[in-house]
T-cell receptor, first 110, second 113 residues
Framework: DTEVTQTPKHLVMGMTNKKSLKCEQH?????MYWYKQKAKKPPELMFVYSYEKLSINESVPSRFSPECPNSSLLNLHLHALQPEDSALYLC?????????FGPGTRLLVL | QKEVEQDPGPLSVPEGAIVSLNCTYS??????FMWYRQYSRKGPELLMYTYSSGNKEDGRFTAQVDKSSKYISLFIRDSQPSDSATYLC?????????????FGSGTRLSIRP
């Protein structure tokens, strides 16, 4: 089973809202990732968690706040987003360098 | 110069043709090479991964890595309309659990029925 699940599939939020994206994997992978993907572009790395600790933050604005409650779960908390933050948000987990992606959450910020 | 170069296409071929997708790279430390397929508005799906130089075959798909030339390829035989998608090459230097993957820009492929 190489499944990474993400909820919700779609999200529309206003610039003053607070929302969270959720990601789950049960493959025993100890690294999990958040990516942002704009149309016709490759995924752009945001955060990496390794063994439930934040190991890479690619200078992401503080309105994005990641959280790793346990080895299977990854959250991305969103607050005061801007319209330019509208994108597909992808979660991934990895084993021996190979990353497996979830289906993504399509976020629209109004 | 980007670490990974990939022709964005679009590439349009008739059904049944052999498709060749390619990437070049500059970092000789890359050891793991992957191809992802991404349908519109979906997450990337891992198609193939290879370690170091050589070939790997899986059904209609063959991945080739030539480390001496810093060149990787994905071949699709007997292409089908369902193969129409964006194909992303990706590579990584090590396999520590938090290694950064470097993506190509993606090639948009269209298979004409």
């Amino acid at each position: 089973d190489t499944e990474v699940t993400q909820t919700p599939k779609h999200l529309v939020m206003g610039m003053t809202n607070k929302k969270s994206l959720k990601c789950e994997q049960h493959m025993g992978h100890r690294a999990m990732y958040w990516y942002k993907q704009k149309a016709k572009k490759p995924p752009e790395l945001m955060f990496v968690y390794s063994y439930e600790k934040l190991s890479i933050n690619e200078s992401v604005p503080s309105r994005f706040s990641p959280e790793c409650p346990n080895s299977s779960l990854l959250n991305l908390h969103l607050h005061a987003l801007q319209p330019e933050d509208s994108a597909l948000y992808l979660c991934a987990s990895s084993h021996r360098g190979t990353q497996y992606f979830g289906p993504g959450t399509r976020l629209l910020v109004l | 110069q980007k670490e990974v170069e990939q022709d964005p296409g679009p590439l349009s071929v008739p059904e049944g043709a052999i498709v060749s997708l390619n990437c070049t790279y500059s970092n000789s430390a890359f050891q793991y090479f992957m191809w992802y397929r991404q349908y519109s508005r979906k997450g990337p799906e891992l198609l193939m991964y290879t370690y170091s130089s050589g070939n790997k075959e899986d059904g209609r798909f063959t991945a080739q890595v030539d480390k001496s030339s810093k060149y990787i390829s994905l071949f699709i035989r007997d292409s089908q309309p369902s193969d129409s998608a964006t194909y992303l090459c990706a590579m990584i230097a090590g396999y520590s659990s938090a290694s950064k993957i470097i993506f190509g820009s993606g090639t948009r492929l269209s298979i004409r029925p």
